[in-house]
């Protein structure tokens, strides 16, 4: 698949590494040439050196026979320009970041489609939805949903009071197979486990299982599920007034920001929101509002840093959930590793949901990201497939995968080692980053 990615900025520069792993053919351009500099020499891909909104520079990269074209310079009329014109000139599917809500009204989609714009990406949107879910299912540090639902992605930090620690996957104190770890995160290493791998404190495992065994998985890993009311946002941040703007209604909501400007606009724009022009970093302001009367703190500032330090505050403040902002990619292993609860980044959200968009030429794949260094793929079955010549068990599949479920008609099932893959299935692997593309081959 041939994707040209207009903006070497956060989030295209991070969408193209990513890319670069999956064996695709990748353009990335931006007028700065000291940005593609940086990733020129190191990555599988192409650079090119021109304007994102050029009709030459378009001509120049080949845009008649692109399959994805993804716009994502910090302007999005840039980027809507760009798509419209990528469009025209025979790119198959465009997608532009946008930074206006006004754009995701329906009627308003519609006017963008009929201009060349076939999906839109606003990373605030989409990281304000992800703590909504983070709120909604607060005992998981991830959750992610499969088959509109069916399946669900799970990521929980176990400690001391779960019955799973010191146990071999093979040995699960369960008598039915109602999940399947997908991965182990331990530390900085991802590891895609098999029946001798141990599970051990400290770890973050990750589940898959169907919507009736949740509350199982739950229990096994000693975690409670608890009501979030009230939450307290650190920063007046974007993402902070795009979760305001949402959930307003659902939650009662304290923004603290120490810009005397942005919390005068934040009053107005956020009627049901209670606003507070303060700097937070000064551990009596957080006391003064009551820090410890609240469910669920937020940390949302600018800093990655500061987001990191002020949610190890609210923990010993006694505040059962924590959400960080982490924007530097070096810095989000080491915050999953520290006890600051969910950690979020724009980067990766926009990303995954860009992963998503990312459909095979028979438009039946689709594959989002679900971690910084590992991937969930849900993939069809074809006719003679490598995939079903035997039970799993008797596979010698790749190393860094592990089959996880697999969708036959109107039926979900997890995947043992007894299960014989069919022609049709859709089976969701998890792997590690990068590898897809030799996964892949099995089910063709």
Known sequence: MKIVIAGAGEVGTHLAKMLSNEDQDIILIDSDQSKLDVIDANYN????????????????????????????T????RNITSCAIAKRLGAKKTVARIDNSEFLVQDNKNILKQMGVDFLIYPENIAAQDIAVSLYHNWARYWGELHNGGLVLIGVKLHDNSPLI???????PVSTHDFHVAAIKRKSTTIIPNGNDEIMRDDIVYFIT????IQEVRELCGKKKRIIKKAMIIGGSRIAQRFAKLYGEEFHIKIIDNNKENCEMMATELPDCEIVYADALDIEV???NNIYQYDAF??????SETNILLCLTAKEFGVPKTIADVENLQFLSQAENLNIGTTINKKLCASSHIFKILLDADENNSKFLALADAEVAEILVKSKAKITKAPVKDLKLPFGMTLAALVRGDEIQLIGGNTHIQEGDFVVVFCLSGTIHKIEKWFN
């Open 74 to 77: 910090p302007y999005e009329t």
């Open 286 to 288: 957080l006391r003064e």
């Open 166 to 172: 010191d146990c071999k996957l093979k040995d699960l």
């Open 45 to 72: 891909l192409m650079t090119w050196n021109g304007s994102t909104s050029s009709f030459s520079s378009m001509h120049d990269v080949g845009i008649s026979n692109t399959d994805l074209y993804i716009a994502v």
């Open 298 to 303: 937020l940390a949302l500032t600018s800093s």
């Open 210 to 213: 169907t919507p009736p065994y």
